[in-house]
């Protein structure tokens, strides 16, 4: 099972950017989907992106043209680029590779969780 471990989580304001990294023990190569979740004070954690293996990306509608997620599958890395954040991105992000659930028709998670990192958006 491959190891997850986030960063780039930081404090910005609103209006900046950040990008994430999630570093990945095993090879990603393989994997048929990535995903970033956020968990957001008080909330369920959340999928807001995903990329498959042939490069296909869909986001949450929250996050669409201003989230980009990416994948680097020579360093076993995926990265979410965030632009124009608000306060309402505020939260703790994790990635988590995925397995297409054919029977509910969407992305689940496929492995344990990591650490996360912490993003804040101030206003």
């Known amino acids: 099972q491959v190891q997850l471990v986030e960063s780039g989580g930081g404090l910005v304001q609103a209006g900046g950017s950040l990008t994430l990294s999630c570093a990945v023990s095993?090879?990603?190569?393989?994997?048929?989907?990535m995903g970033w979740y956020r968990q957001a004070p008080g909330k369920q954690r959340a999928l807001v992106a995903s990329i498959t293996d042939t490069d296909a990306t869909n986001y949450a509608d929250s996050v669409k043209g201003r989230f980009t997620i990416s994948r680097d599958n020579a360093k076993n890395t995926v990265y979410l680029q965030m632009n124009s954040l608000n306060v309402e991105d505020t939260g703790v992000y994790y990635c988590n590779p995925l397995l297409f659930d054919r029977l509910r028709r969407e992305w689940v998670r496929a492995g344990s969780w990591g650490q996360g990192t912490q993003v804040t958006v101030s206003s």
């Open positions: 095993g090879s990603i190569a393989s994997v048929n989907a």
